[in-house]
């Protein structure tokens, strides 16, 4: 996101971003969240955050390795929040 933006409303979608944002692939090989799908039993999930000095370059679909070689010397501060989530068995 660009500096300029200081949060996103409940609910944003791929098409109201603000201008100039960068969206990564996630775990399950698209955009965008897709909430906690665990299989049976708690789980962590992990947020992160980073502000960085620099507009990326397009990278494409990077890895999250590559995107993460692409900030070094450029991250200012960072910021992770893990929540966990219990799905139940039957």
Excluded at 3 to 8: F, M, V
Excluded at 13 to 27: F, I, R, V, W, Y
Excluded at 82 to 88: R, V
Aim: charged share 25%; glycine share 16%.
């Amino acid at each position: 996101m660009p500096a300029t933006i200081d949060g996103l409303g409940e609910g944003v979608t791929h098409t109201s971003l603000p201008a100039g944002t960068k969206e990564g692939e996630n775990d399950w090989k698209r955009t965008g969240y897709g909430g906690p799908c665990p299989p049976i039993g708690r789980h962590r999930y992990f947020h992160k955050l980073y502000a960085l000095d620099t507009v990326l370059p397009d990278l494409g679909a990077p890895t999250k390795a590559a995107l993460e070689r692409t900030m070094e010397g450029h991250v200012l501060a960072g910021a992770e929040l893990m929540g966990t989530y219990q799905k139940e068995g039957r």
